[in-house]
């Protein structure tokens, strides 16, 4: 069953396109990756299906809703958490979580609890003095407080270091196996892979690659390693193949997924000693479609 839809959708300021016929679906129970530079238009889909701005064309809709004219029943099932986050100066850590349990009707203290002691958060000290790191601790903790239905979560991470970047997902994980769903947008692809069931990338305000990371795996190169007792004779000669370095016997190149058995059919013949691959990751992916492309990663 779907949770989030979202139809072609276009958004213009003035002359400007910042989307161009998106579309994207989120599943119930599914952790959905949403990455793209600086500018590509992640954030400006994200207000519109929270209801802050208003599509130029197109069709959002939430728990089969109107995100712009439902926006108020819709956010008492979702949860939000920005990249930036920027908290009342004068009240405590403890009394913002709080406050947005309440907002959405949920009274879990022991929940709170647990996560407060999980992000490592002192929940006495004025939102004020709270570095960048604290604050978002603040709204994740906020969120996964609140027992939504539908998490958005933009650029969650910043700020914090490596040990709660890990607490942070196993939080994720606990949510998905609860059948809640998740839309993440973030720059950390090794966090997009561990995490995410299905990924859509967005350049310049267009999808230009959607699907499970399975499916995409085919659109990367593999990196292989050879050490042979023969020279390699006509490598650079084989279909798919990229990227060769020699030195002496052993050669390190690059080759598309979908020709990895020809290859290593015809450099067998050479009588390998050593043979590496690492297999491509997301990461590959990305850097294939922007490379050259000039945008802030």
């Not at 647990?114 to 960048?132: A, G, Q, T, V, W």
């Amino acid at each position: 069953m779907s949770i989030l839809n979202i139809r072609n959708l276009t958004k213009k300021f003035g002359d400007f396109t910042a989307l161009d016929g998106v579309n994207l679906k989120v599943n119930r129970g599914e952790i959905y990756g949403f990455i793209g530079p600086n500018g590509a238009g992640k954030t400006t889909t994200i207000r519109i299906l929270l209801g802050i701005l208003k599509a130029t064309y197109g069709e959002v809709t939430i728990f089969g809703k109107d995100a712009w004219k439902d926006a108020v029943e819709i956010h008492k099932q979702i949860a939000y958490v920005p990249g930036d986050v920027n908290l009342w100066s004068n009240i405590t850590g403890g009394e913002v979580i709080d406050l947005f349990v309440k907002l959405r009707g949920s009274n879990n203290k022991s929940r709170r609890e647990e996560l407060i002691e999980k992000f490592d958060l002192d929940p006495s000290k004025k939102c004020r003095n709270y570095s960048k790191g604290n604050r978002q601790k603040v709204a994740l903790i906020a969120a996964f407080a609140s027992d939504a239905d539908l998490y958005v979560l933009d650029e969650p991470t910043s700020g914090l270091d490596p040990l709660m970047e890990q607490v942070f997902q196993e939080c994720v994980l606990e949510e998905k196996k609860k059948g809640k769903s998740i839309l993440l947008s973030s720059h950390i692809l090794s966090e997009v892979e561990r995490l995410c069931d299905k990924v859509s990338i967005i350049r310049q305000g267009k999808i230009i690659e959607a699907g499970s990371l399975y499916d995409l795996r085919h659109l990367t190169r593999t990196n292989i390693l050879l050490e042979t007792k023969q020279r390699i004779q006509s490598l650079n000669e084989m279909k798919g193949v990229h990227g060769i370095e020699e030195n002496n016997n052993s050669v390190s190149f690059q080759v598309d997924t979908e020709e990895i058995g020809n290859v290593i059919k015809y450099v067998s013949q050479f009588e390998i000693v050593k043979f590496e691959s690492a297999s491509p990751t997301l990461e590959d992916l990305f850097m294939r479609h922007y490379k050259g492309d000039g945008g802030v990663l």
